[in-house]
T-cell receptor, first 115, second 112 residues
Framework: DAGVTQSPTHLIKTRGQQVTLRCSPK?????VSWYQQALGQGPQFIFQ???????QRGNFPDRFSGHQFPNYSSELNVNALLLGDSALYLC??????????????FGQGTRLTVV | KNEVEQSPQNLTAQEGEFITINCSYS?????LHWLQQHPGGGIVSLFM???GKKKHGRLIATINIQEKHSSLHITASHPRDSAVYIC??????????????FGEGTQLTVNP
């Protein structure tokens, strides 16, 4: 049973470019959350998708957008990249959005470097 | 002040020592997670707690809901335990859904 898979693992982009990161949730999970982790800090919540809709959003600008597909996989898009967007982007999947005691499983992350 | 505070930020131990990492939070929660992150980034869930105590091998996690405090203990520490340990909470507010709020992490180094 595959866990949460993210692609690519590493990515280098130039300021102003756009990037798309991908996540496939653990089998049986229907909810995907995205987090940004800057170096030396804890992850920060970006947004969560359930039933192909953005259900919750953290304090991130509109340059950060996402999508969820019918098979529950998800994409994170970042437009007009800034140097400060360099971070590890983590995807977490869980079952049943809003369920209080659902356990989250994390992918290995995508390391994005903006130069 | 962050909603989730961990201490210490950095911890160096000798192999075999008993280790404690602390987590305090300021919001009502429905669950608390202890997570492990190795260099390279991937996060592994160690425990999910809503009350009491859980044990898995040499790892023990406890939570005191009234005091809003949790501890992660590692017995007979080993160099392979070296990693960042992160505490994360799920708020009990309905509007928060299943999103997690993370602490800054504790960098643990266990020397042989």
């Amino acid at each position: 049973d595959a866990g949460v898979t993210q692609s690519p693992t590493h990515l280098i982009k130039t300021r102003g470019q756009q990037v798309t990161l991908r996540c496939s949730p653990k089998s049986g999970h229907d909810t995907v959350s995205w987090y940004q982790q800057a170096l030396g800090q804890g992850p920060q919540f970006i947004f969560q998708y359930y039933e192909e809709e953005e259900r919750q959003r953290g304090n991130f600008p509109d340059r950060f957008s996402g999508h969820q597909f019918p098979n529950y996989s998800s994409e994170l898009n970042v437009n007009a990249l800034l140097l400060g967007d360099s971070a590890l982007y983590l995807c977490a999947s869980s079952a049943r959005a809003g369920a209080r005691n659902t356990e989250a499983f994390f992918g290995q992350g995508t390391r994005l470097t903006v130069v | 002040k962050n909603e989730v505070e961990q201490s210490p930020q950095n911890l160096t131990a000798q192999e075999g020592e008993f280790i404690t990492i602390n987590c305090s939070y300021s919001v009502g929660i429905s669950a608390l997670h202890w997570l492990q992150q190795h260099p390279g980034g991937g996060i592994v869930s160690l425990f999910m707690l809503s009350s009491g105590k859980k044990k898995h091998g040499r790892l023990i996690a406890t939570i005191n809901i009234q005091e809003k405090h949790s501890s992660l203990h590692i017995t007979a520490s080993h160099p392979r335990d070296s990693a960042v340990y992160i505490c994360a909470v799920r708020s009990d507010r309905e509007t928060s859904g299943s999103r997690l709020t993370f602490g800054e992490g504790t960098q643990l180094t266990v020397n042989p």
